[in-house]
């Protein structure tokens, strides 16, 4: 058996270019009140924890979950692709991720980072590693300017349900307003459509 380190997650075909952000090709992209929606995730591919073990993922869990975000609400999607890419290999990735963990590191992202201006809500998706967001994702917040929006953190996971993403956004987001989180077992992701559904309706992103 595995220890779950890294929820499984892994990168699956491309819908956009990194460091592009994409629009709904078939609808309208949903505004609240406060603006437009920007989901930004991150993914990847590769060797992946299941059940206390291993399994291959074309199409990583939290591009599954950020994909039916999407279908449902026609949000704008920014994936984060690392300069470095992470190893397939899923101890590899493991002992990566405590090395940047433990220095604090700020994993360079490919690309250009999304613009957030006409944006009222970011959603930051990403699985949990070692019971946090992995660090390319406080690289990403520190890039941006996140006054008078409103964040919500989205997490796949083997055993941590959001981790400590709601504390460490509130304080890496300088000035966003933090907002309700959704956790979604990794393994269960590609079932989880009633229960984005209704996150998304109690959060107020989805109507009706």
Same mark, same amino acid.
């Given at each position: 058996?595995? !220890? @779950?380190?890294?929820? #499984?997650?892994?990168?699956?075909?491309? %819908? $956009?270019?990194?460091?592009?952000?994409? !629009?709904?090709?078939?609808?309208? @992209?949903?505004?609240?009140?406060?603006?437009? +929606?920007?989901?930004?995730?991150?993914?990847?591919?590769?060797?992946?924890?299941?059940?206390?073990? =291993?399994?291959?993922?074309?199409?990583?869990?939290?591009?599954?979950?950020?994909?039916?975000?999407?279908?449902?609400?026609?949000?704008?999607?920014?994936?984060? /692709?690392?300069?470095?890419?992470?190893?397939?290999?899923?101890?590899?990735? &493991?002992? =990566?991720?405590?090395?940047?963990? /433990?220095?604090?590191? %700020? @994993?360079?992202?490919?690309? %250009?980072?999304?613009?957030?201006?006409?944006?009222?809500? +970011?959603?930051?998706?990403?699985? +949990?590693?070692?019971? %946090?967001?992995?660090?390319?994702?406080? !690289? *990403?917040?520190?890039?941006?300017?996140?006054?008078?929006?409103?964040?919500?953190?989205?997490?796949?996971?083997?055993?941590?349900?959001?981790?400590?993403?709601? =504390?460490?956004? #509130?304080? &890496?987001? =300088?000035?966003?307003?933090?907002?309700?989180?959704?956790?979604? $077992?990794?393994? $269960?992701?590609?079932?989880?459509? @009633?229960?984005?559904?209704?996150? *998304?309706?109690?959060?107020?992103?989805? $109507?009706?």
């Amino acid at each position: 058996m595995t !220890t @779950p380190a890294l929820a #499984a997650c892994a990168g699956g075909p491309d %819908r $956009q270019n990194s460091g592009q952000t994409s !629009t709904s090709a078939t609808s309208e @992209p949903t505004s609240t009140p406060r603006g437009r +929606i920007l989901l930004a995730y991150f993914s990847r591919p590769g060797e992946n924890y299941y059940y206390g073990d =291993r399994t291959y993922l074309e199409t990583g869990n939290t591009e599954v979950v950020a994909r039916k975000i999407h279908d449902l609400i026609g949000c704008d999607l920014y994936r984060i /692709d690392p300069a470095d890419p992470y190893p397939g290999d899923y101890d590899a990735t &493991v002992k =990566r991720n405590v090395r940047e963990q /433990d220095t604090d590191a %700020r @994993p360079a992202i490919k690309g %250009r980072l999304p613009r957030l201006e006409g944006y009222g809500t +970011i959603l930051l998706a990403s699985p +949990i590693w070692n019971v %946090r967001a992995p660090m390319i994702m406080t !690289t *990403l917040a520190d890039g941006l300017d996140f006054r008078d929006k409103t964040v919500h953190p989205v997490t796949t996971y083997a055993m941590s349900g959001l981790g400590t993403t709601e =504390r460490d956004y #509130a304080a &890496v987001c =300088r000035g966003a307003t933090m907002g309700a989180g959704l956790a979604v $077992q990794g393994e $269960q992701a590609n079932d989880a459509g @009633p229960t984005i559904k209704a996150w *998304l309706q109690r959060t107020g992103l989805l $109507q009706g």
